[in-house]
């Protein structure tokens, strides 16, 4: 009997499924049954579904207490699919995928859906996209020998189903929540930005701050207009190119003291504040929408809520219920690992593959005991720094640490011909830099990597400064998207550790290397356990059995920001 089984929602009510075989063709008859969620409780011996889409399925199943061990999402599958393929930004919808493999109009993606805060049911409103049930399965199964046909078939089957455990892994963050006392919320903001006026306008300090930048200068200036600011200087007799905190720092003049702090206010104030407060957090838990592989480099992004830049002065809000305690995990200097685990490089793998401070291992190689200089050197390889003392790091790296410079060095270059370049596993880069990326997927964007006013592709060194701007891109993608890929599998195995382990343990929250797990108190030795084990699990999975460890730190907390 096969484990695994495709369903889908009838239009009218209802549920279609079926087994499958592992080429991907049923196995059976496809079977009616009255009621999707009932079709899923009836089987809890089936080993994964596969579904269109994991947002659309697994909310309404979590929310009548249902839980699935495995799925494949076909639609997150086509977007990997895709890129892989060198199609990326194609749309990636199940109806797309069918009409492409049928040779018909693709139709475009549905436009993503705007968060709506302080709603659970509202965030996981599906796009009414009907796709029948054979298309369905003919998609899956042209799915499965696309994955055969791909370069390193094994890895790109592993970061779809990762990807796939992702996906319900956010279903159940969103669902759990990260607890946070809105009474602990209002009061930080109270001692930040002081009382609230009636009427609206800056709060009390704020206030005060502003009046001080006006009489620095003379003259009213609103300081949360950064053109105000820059005329005010210019009226000063000071040229400033932007109103950046390390450009504003240069500068010798009065206004500059309370210009900062006031920025630092009104970006807690308009990110973080009071509206934030009562729009995000409902009966004592903050949910925002994660979303899986939202960046190019595989990293989560969040559809709404920031959860992603939450400052340290507002983690003070983030306390655990009363007997219960926030386990605080960061795994320890990732990218030089994974740097390690992918260019397989002897020394490096080595060093990584010892207890304590990798940047102290690497400074006693190679940088005669300079922690700093080593640090600096691997970063650099990674990103691409040749400035300053960039280019001497780089070089004494490139020495002890040939495979590891070589395997960066080599992604740069295929980046900046037009290849396509790949994670380990598989995830590729889309052709042109920060294309679908942000700021938080941690990759330093390219600015101007298109043309300026004025020139085209006809230009004069546009090409080859395009190029080189793919280049760094590339260069990092390799070493970042490969530690995001990690990332998934290593949620993967800790949620299956969790919950074989019958604890009350649930997983609330993931930034990038950081996750945290809300327990109660008598179980944060296991799930400690349970968090370093599965960072030992994913790397072994995801790279073979190789000397490289992945450690992380574990910190016990009432209190978030007491993690760190």
Not at 77 to 91: I, K, T, V
Not at 409 to 421: F, I, K, S, Y
């Amino acid at each position: 009997m096969s484990d695994r089984w495709a369903i889908a929602e009838e239009p009218g009510g209802g549920a279609l499924l079926v087994p499958l075989r592992r080429d991907g063709r049923p196995a059976g008859e496809v079977r009616r049954e009255p009621d999707l969620v009932e079709a899923v409780r009836s089987r809890p011996e089936v080993g994964r579904w596969v579904w269109r889409s994991t947002a659309e399925v697994y909310p309404r199943l979590l929310a009548a207490g249902v839980r699935v061990e495995r799925c494949y999402d076909v639609e997150d599958a086509e977007l990997l699919l895709l890129g892989h393929a060198g199609r990326w930004g194609e749309p990636r919808s199940a109806a797309a995928a069918h009409a492409r493999l049928h040779h018909l109009p693709v139709p475009p993606d549905p436009p993503q859906r705007a968060a709506e805060p302080g709603s659970q049911s509202s965030l996981f409103e599906p796009q009414p996209v009907h796709v029948p049930f054979a298309s369905l399965l003919e998609v899956y199964e042209d799915q499965v020998r696309r994955h055969d046909e791909a370069k390193h078939p094994g890895r790109m089957r592993l970061l779809t189903a990762a990807e796939s455990a992702g996906m319900l892994v956010a279903a159940e963050m969103n669902r759990a929540g990260l607890p946070w006392r809105a009474d602990v919320h209002r009061a930080v903001l109270d001692e930040l930005l002081g009382e609230r006026y009636a009427g609206g306008g800056d709060p009390r300090r704020m206030a005060e701050l502003a009046d001080q930048v006006s009489q620095a200068f003379g003259r009213r200036v609103r300081p949360e207009l950064p053109a105000d600011v820059i005329r005010a200087f210019a009226q000063a007799g000071i040229k400033v190119r932007s109103t950046r905190r390390w450009e504003l720092e240069e500068l010798d003049h009065p206004a500059v003291a309370p210009l900062i702090a006031y920025k630092k206010l009104y970006r807690i104030q308009t990110a973080h504040g009071w509206g934030w407060l009562q729009d995000w957090v409902r009966d004592g838990r903050f949910r925002p929408e994660y979303l899986p592989g939202g960046t190019v480099t595989g990293r989560w992004v969040t559809n709404g809520g920031g959860a992603l830049q939450i400052p340290k002065v507002i983690r003070r809000a983030v306390v655990a219920d009363e007997g219960w305690r926030l386990v605080v995990a960061d795994a320890d200097q990732m990218e030089p690992r994974v740097l390690a685990a992918i260019s397989r490089d002897p020394g490096l793998m080595d060093v990584a593959g010892q207890p304590g401070d990798l940047y102290k291992a690497v400074s006693d190689r190679a940088f005669s005991g300079d922690r700093e200089a080593a640090k600096l050197a691997v970063l650099g390889a990674v990103y691409g720094q040749t400035s300053g003392d960039g280019l001497k790091n780089l070089a004494a790296m490139r020495r002890r640490f040939p495979r590891a410079v070589q395997y960066v060095d080599d992604a740069a270059r295929e980046g900046e011909e037009g290849r396509l370049v790949r994670t380990w596993l598989g995830r590729t880069c889309p052709p042109a830099p920060g294309s679908g990326d942000d700021d938080e997927a941690g990759i330093p964007q390219e600015r101007g990597a298109g043309p300026t006013p004025g020139e085209d592709e006809f230009t004069p060194g546009y090409a080859s400064r395009n190029a080189r701007a793919r280049g760094r891109f590339t260069r990092n993608f390799v070493v970042q998207g490969s530690a995001a890929d990690w990332a998934l599998l290593m949620l993967a195995a800790l949620r299956q550790s969790l919950h074989t382990s019958g604890m009350k343990a649930e997983l609330v929250f993931l930034q990038h290397d950081e996750v945290i797990v809300h327990c109660p108190e008598d179980e944060t030795d296991a799930v400690a356990r349970a968090i370093r084990a599965a960072g030992e699990l994913a790397g072994r999975i995801a790279f073979g059995r190789i000397p490289v460890r992945f450690p992380f730190t574990v910190a016990v907390v009432e209190c978030y920001a007491d993690a760190k």
